[in-house]
């Protein structure tokens, strides 16, 4: 995945970003995702966790709009000075062109399979940190990372500046592999390239049938 770190906003990219994002108040918490970080995750193909984070990104997005009140705007990716890393200034930027108040980056260290997973919630314009939100200590395996994203998304849902947290339905356990898969079908299709992003995508379903990113995702590519 080249082209991941360096943030800014796409119009077109923005179904590629979240499943859906529903229309709201003007006074409601605008918040877009950075990406998640993961450089000296080790384990793993440097490409597959490019495809992870990629992906990630997209699950943690819905899973806030699902968690919280909060309005989760699209971030596409475009260059970077350096692979596992995320562009805050960058990032920064893009979200206050989209009119979001608050950016979340996530970090995924991966150790052998050993995880750490948090997400730092920032203000947009001004940088400073406002909460870091770990997952729980119980998903601390390579094979729990869709139930640590929900943690996440159950964090930073219960912060006031989102609108406070509500209930949403378990995603339960997503095999990694359905994950890069879907990460990997995200990449293809920001390329332009919709046929192999369409294999991509019914790779991800056939591994985790109810990940529902990689179906919304192959409806939009017209698999």
Same mark, same amino acid.
């Given at each position: 995945?080249?082209?991941?770190?360096?943030?800014?906003?796409?119009?077109g990219?923005?179904?590629?970003?979240?499943?859906?994002?529903?229309?709201?108040?003007?006074?409601q918490?605008?918040?877009?995702?950075?990406?998640?970080?993961?450089?000296?995750?080790?384990?793993?193909?440097?490409?597959?966790?490019?495809?992870?984070?990629?992906?990630?990104?997209?699950?943690?997005?819905?899973?806030?709009?699902?968690?919280?009140?909060?309005r989760?705007?699209?971030?596409?990716?475009?260059?970077?000075? %350096?692979?596992?890393?995320?562009?805050?200034? !960058?990032?920064? +930027?893009? /979200?206050?062109? $989209?009119?979001? #108040?608050?950016?979340?980056?996530?970090?995924?260290?991966?150790?052998?399979?050993?995880?750490?997973?948090?997400?730092?919630?920032?203000?947009?314009?001004?940088?400073?940190?406002?909460?870091?939100?770990?997952?729980d200590?119980?998903?601390?395996?390579?094979?729990?990372?869709?139930?640590?994203?929900?943690?996440?998304?159950?964090?930073?849902?219960?912060?006031?500046?989102?609108?406070?947290?509500?209930?949403?339905?378990?995603?339960?356990?997503?095999?990694?592999?359905?994950?890069?898969?879907?990460?990997?079908?995200l %990449?293809?299709?920001?390329?332009?390239?919709? !046929?192999?992003? +369409?294999? /991509?995508?019914? $790779?991800?379903? #056939?591994?985790?049938?109810?990940?529902?990113?990689?179906?919304?995702?192959?409806?939009?590519?017209?698999?």
């Open positions: 995945m080249p082209k991941f770190f360096q943030t800014v906003v796409v119009a990219l923005a179904s590629i970003t979240l499943a859906g994002s529903p229309a709201t108040a003007a006074s918490a605008v918040v877009g995702i950075a990406g998640f970080e993961t450089d000296g995750s080790v384990g793993l193909p440097r490409a597959d966790y490019d495809a992870i984070a990629r992906a990630l990104s997209v699950m943690l997005g819905n899973e806030i709009s699902s968690h919280s009140d909060a989760v705007v699209p971030l596409a990716a475009s260059g970077s000075a %350096r692979r596992g890393r995320v562009d805050i200034s !960058a990032a920064r +930027a893009a /979200a206050t062109q $989209a009119g979001a #108040k608050y950016l979340v980056v996530g970090t995924l260290l991966d150790q052998y399979g050993d995880l750490r997973v948090e997400a730092r919630l920032l203000n947009a314009a001004t940088g400073d940190a406002v909460a870091v939100i770990r997952a200590a119980g998903h601390t395996k390579r094979e729990q990372l869709a139930e640590s994203v929900s943690d996440l998304a159950i964090g930073l849902g219960t912060r006031s500046e989102l609108g406070g947290s509500r209930k949403a339905a378990d995603r339960g356990t997503t095999p990694v592999e359905a994950i890069v898969s879907l990460g990997q079908g %990449r293809y299709e920001e390329a332009g390239d919709r !046929a192999k992003a +369409a294999d /991509a995508y019914r $790779a991800a379903i #056939k591994q985790a049938p109810t990940l529902s990113e990689a179906s919304a995702a192959l409806r939009r590519v017209g698999g």
